[in-house]
């Protein structure tokens, strides 16, 4: 039986939203560096703020995706305005 695309699952099948685009480590205190590529690419400056959001399988986390701490409280806002509206 064929899997039926998505919204949700059209743009991994294509690779135009899902790609490994660097592989990191972490230090003895936990810390990750981005490569600066990604920085400027994503327009990420010292001491700005990241949201670090994690996707669970299973009841355990098992991806993580990060995103401007800014974009993810504007995405909230959008989403949940009209909500709050009709109360």
């Known amino acids: 039986m064929a899997k039926e695309k998505t919204?949700?699952?059209?743009?991994?099948d294509t690779g135009e939203?899902?790609?490994v685009e660097a592989v990191?480590?972490?230090?003895?205190?936990?810390?990750?560096?981005l490569p600066k590529e990604i920085r400027e690419g994503m327009g990420i400056t010292a001491g700005e703020k990241?949201?670090?959001v994690?996707?669970?399988?299973?009841?355990?986390?098992c991806c993580l995706v990060m995103m401007k701490?800014?974009?993810?409280?504007?995405?909230?806002g959008e989403?949940?305005?009209?909500?709050?509206?009709?109360i």
């Open 54 to 61: 994690t996707l669970n399988r299973d009841g355990k986390p």
């Open 79 to 86: 989403f949940l305005g009209p909500i709050l509206k009709e």
């Open 24 to 33: 990191v480590g972490v230090d003895a205190r936990g810390q990750v560096v």
């Open 69 to 76: 701490a800014d974009k993810l409280a504007k995405g909230a």
């Open 17 to 19: 939203c899902c790609r």
């Open 7 to 12: 919204a949700a699952n059209s743009c991994c």
């Open 50 to 52: 990241l949201a670090l």
